[in-house]
């Protein structure tokens, strides 16, 4: 079965860290790129960064650069959100979900197909 | 970075009706254009990709057009089940980005 399975919720107090994992299954997971997209409460998607489990490249959204690392280990299938020094408007759902198809020259894109359950963290003091 | 206009942001309709939200495009993508459905709660779902292409297992009374920067989703007879919230997204390029979504109600 198809499927991204996300880390279960995260309470943090503002400044902190947290990790936010997602185990792929179902297909080769070196094979695709993975997106994270976060949905503050009533709010939009947001995206957040990309990485190519291919080769590791990753692509960052402006908002978050150095305040954000995406990375995958091809070991356990499984992707990674690094959220440093956190905010409160930093609560949200966060969700992965696979964006692309990786070949040795480049990745290719049509939409974000497989999402995961989402991930709720909460910034509160 | 290229930024997604989508309208309205909400409609209000009833079932059978025929829905058409629009969604336009910064700059040029061709067709690199996808589109979500997001019930409360839960995670978005993809509904069509390529701008025009069905995702396995989407009902086809869901339809996607256009090129370049104008897109449309179109629902031919709404469902009780399409309640809900719809977002495009450019797959074009990164940043990847989407509209800020349009709420479907009753």
């Known amino acids: 079965q198809v499927q991204m399975v996300q880390s279960g919720t995260e309470v943090k107090k503002p400044g902190a860290s947290v990790t936010v994992s997602c185990g792929a299954s179902?297909?080769?997971?070196?094979?695709?790129?993975f997106t994270w997209v976060r949905q503050a409460p009533g709010q939009g998607l947001e995206w957040m960064g990309w990485?190519?489990?291919?080769?590791?490249?990753?692509k960052y959204a402006q908002k978050f650069q150095g305040r954000v690392t995406v990375t995958a280990d091809t070991s356990t299938s499984t992707v990674y959100l690094e959220m440093r020094s956190l905010r409160y408007d930093d609560t949200a759902v966060y969700y992965c979900?696979?964006?692309?198809?990786?070949?040795?020259?480049?990745?290719?894109?049509?939409?974000?197909?497989?999402w995961g359950q989402g991930t709720m963290v909460a910034v509160s003091s | 970075d290229i930024q997604m206009t989508q309208s309205p942001s909400s409609v209000s309709a009833s079932v059978g009706d025929r829905v058409t939200i629009t969604c336009r495009a910064s700059q040029g993508i061709s067709n690199s254009l996808a589109w979500y459905q997001q019930k409360p709660g839960k995670a978005p779902n993809l509904l069509i990709y390529?701008?025009?292409t069905l995702y396995s297992g989407v009902s086809s009374r869901f339809s996607g057009s256009g090129s370049g920067t104008d897109f449309t989703l179109t629902i031919s007879s709404l469902q009780p089940e399409d309640f809900a919230t719809y977002y495009c997204q450019q797959a074009n390029s990164f940043p990847r980005t989407f509209g800020q979504g349009t709420k479907v109600d009753i």
């Open positions: 979900v696979r964006d692309g198809y990786c070949t040795t020259t480049s990745c290719y894109s049509n939409a974000l197909d497989i």
């Open positions: 390529g701008a025009s």
């Open positions: 990485i190519s489990a291919y080769n590791g490249n990753t």
């Open positions: 179902g297909y080769t997971f070196s094979n695709y790129g």
